[in-house]
């Protein structure tokens, strides 16, 4: 089945770093692709999609990049702050056969920013 | 302002128990999703239902059990086959068309005492 797999965290960065989580998927065909972040103790909130190849997706200074040829949508941003601390998750759209649609999810990624 | 509410945000089951999480949203969506987050697993799939009164098992489905009677509402009972239920329990919607992406309730966190 299709299935998503990111880099292991945790990963600490100072304040103004360049920052990229890796995501690599394996599916049938292109679904679409997301990132998700969820900060302690709360659900997780949508930070951005993908919807087809070559797309970018991008909010609040992150942006990533949906390439079929590597099967990939890498998480980066430019110079991270103390308030981007959180768990990032990847995740593809997975469409059954039989027409049941759900979201799978990588592992979590968990990022902590120092100042 | 539409949203969806998961309630109560925290809950301690005693063994033996039966314990029911609830689920509600406003959004007028069609799809609802319950997912279990242990630390260091990510999220993973228990029920879904994509119209009401219809649901399908996700990965973990057993020792659970739902109900979909009404398009708001998507409650998760947790039954005491379920032998370690300790975690945090997260409810999601989306639209019948998934690449809009989920939205998520704030969780339950559930323990056992």
């Known amino acids: 089945g299709n299935s998503v797999t990111q880099m292991e965290g945790p990963v600490t960065l100072s304040e103004e770093a360049f920052l990229t989580i890796n995501c690599t998927y394996t599916?049938?065909?292109?679904?679409?692709l997301f990132w998700y972040v969820q900060y302690p103790g709360e659900g997780l909130q949508l930070l951005l999609k993908?919807?087809?190849?070559?797309d970018k997706g991008s909010n609040k200074g992150f942006e990533a990049t949906y390439r079929k040829e590597t099967t990939s949508f890498h998480l980066e941003k430019g110079s991270v702050q103390v308030s981007d601390s959180a768990v990032y998750f990847c995740a593809l759209h997975d469409k059954a056969q039989g027409g049941s649609e759900k979201l799978v999810f990588g592992k979590g990624t968990k990022l902590t920013v120092n100042p | 302002d539409g949203g969806i509410t998961q309630s109560p945000k925290y809950l301690f089951r005693k063994e033996g128990q039966n314990v029911t999480l609830s689920c509600e949203q406003n959004?007028?969506?069609?799809?609802m999703y319950w997912y279990r987050q242990d630390p260091g697993q990510g999220l993973r799939l228990i029920y879904y239902?994509?119209?009401?009164?219809?649901?399908q098992k996700g990965d973990i489905a057993e020792g659970y059990s739902v109900s979909r009677e009404k398009k708001e509402s998507f409650p998760l009972t947790v039954t005491s086959a379920q032998k370690n239920p300790t975690a945090f329990y997260l409810c999601a919607t989306t639209r019948a068309d998934t690449n809009y992406g989920y939205t998520f309730g704030s969780g339950t966190r559930l323990t056992v005492v």
């Open positions: 993908a919807t087809k190849a070559d």
């Open positions: 599916a049938t065909g292109y679904p679409s």
């Open positions: 959004l007028n969506h069609d799809a």
């Open positions: 239902s994509q119209i009401v009164n219809d649901f």
